[in-house]
């Protein structure tokens, strides 16, 4: 699975964005998609993620009630809409993506466990 992440840019605070993730295959469908992110000198750290049907969702409590994870399969794409940004949400956000099991779903947050990744698309929040 290749995953092609797009839609970052600069935002002033209190702004909005949407992030997309492309998938090369239909296979997609059956993946756990997560949405990560790593601010510069900080660890990379878990912003959303989505089962494989799209009817759960996870967020990290940092960005509940701001982010939304979302996906269309028939697409193969995850999108991340981020409202009300702040500039402590400045970082490069990656997609990833990694079978929907049930290991997966208790452990969506652990990035060592997604096989497959985006580039990474930059978003900038100014204050």
């Known amino acids: 699975v290749q995953l092609q992440a797009s839609g970052g840019g600069l935002v002033q605070a209190g702004g909005s964005l949407g992030l997309s993730c492309a998938a090369s295959?239909?296979?997609?469908?059956?993946?756990?998609m997560g949405w990560f992110r790593q601010a510069p000198g900080k660890e990379r750290e878990f912003v959303a993620a989505i089962t494989a049907s799209g009817r759960t969702t996870y967020y990290a409590d940092s960005m509940k009630g701001r982010f939304t994870i979302s996906r269309d399969n028939a697409k193969n794409t995850v999108y991340l809409q981020m409202n009300s940004l702040k500039p402590e949400d400045t970082a490069v956000y990656y997609c990833a993506a990694e079978r929907d099991t049930l290991d997966m779903r208790l452990a969506f947050g652990n990035s060592r466990l997604y096989e497959y990744w985006g580039q990474g698309t930059l978003v900038t929040v100014s204050s």
């Open positions: 295959t239909r296979t997609s469908s059956r993946y756990l």
